[in-house]
């Protein structure tokens, strides 16, 4: 009889201890699923919040970009009425360098081209009618600049750089009809200048070739 009592005695403890490692895996599994979901949630919520995030900065970007083509550039000076002859003689500019007005038949190639010496005159204006903006600097401007803005030049098609000597300031940038001076490299108008000129409203023939022309 006391066997018998004994042998029922163990069972129930072996009960009673399979029944505590199943409500213990039990809890386990449902540590692991909750673990799981929050990770999940997260993932989630983190591309949601980036998602967002990326999307805020692309319009943040593209406000800046509009408010750069529409607001007018510190210091800029304009030129209107200007003629668009092709002609084979030297051209008498009224400025340099020059922002438009009668030119030579063959553009400069100005898809991200840097001459390190100088270029005819009438040839560059002939690129900025096509929406170009021209880099210029003089022998006053330093290494780090025309080294900051021959990286920009290369990466921006539409755009061409090269030394004129004769210009008063050491470092300026001209599109058709539109030139300013700038401090530096690092001046925010180089920026605004090239997001508002390079195949800006001002351009007489948008969309003209910037290869096929004349090279250095």
């Not at 949601?48 to 509009?66: C, P, S």
């Amino acid at each position: 009889m006391a066997s018998a009592k004994n042998q029922s005695a163990q069972a129930t403890a072996r009960r009673a201890k399979l029944e505590e490692a199943r409500r213990k895996e039990r809890a386990r599994e449902r540590r692991v699923r909750i673990i799981t979901i929050s990770a999940s949630v997260a993932v989630v919520a983190s591309l949601v919040a980036g998602g967002g995030y990326l999307m805020a900065q692309a319009n943040e970007q593209e406000k800046a970009e509009e408010q750069a083509k529409t607001s007018p550039v510190t210091g800029e000076r304009s030129w209107d009425k200007l003629t668009q002859e092709h002609v084979a003689t030297p051209v008498n500019y009224p400025m340099t360098p020059p922002v438009g007005g009668d030119h030579n038949q063959v553009w400069m190639n100005c898809n991200a081209d840097v001459y390190t010496k100088e270029i005819q005159k009438e040839n560059a204006v002939h690129s900025l009618e096509h929406g170009a903006v021209w880099v210029t600097y003089n022998d006053k401007a330093s290494d780090a600049d025309v080294k900051a803005l021959t990286k920009r030049v290369e990466s921006t098609p539409y755009s061409f750089m090269s030394p004129v000597a004769d210009q008063k300031d050491p470092l300026m940038l001209s599109a058709w009809g539109k030139q300013v001076t700038v401090k530096s490299a690092s001046d925010e108008r180089v920026a605004q200048f090239f997001t508002k000129y390079v195949q800006g409203a001002q351009t007489p023939e948008p969309g003209a070739a910037c290869t096929g022309g004349l090279g250095a």
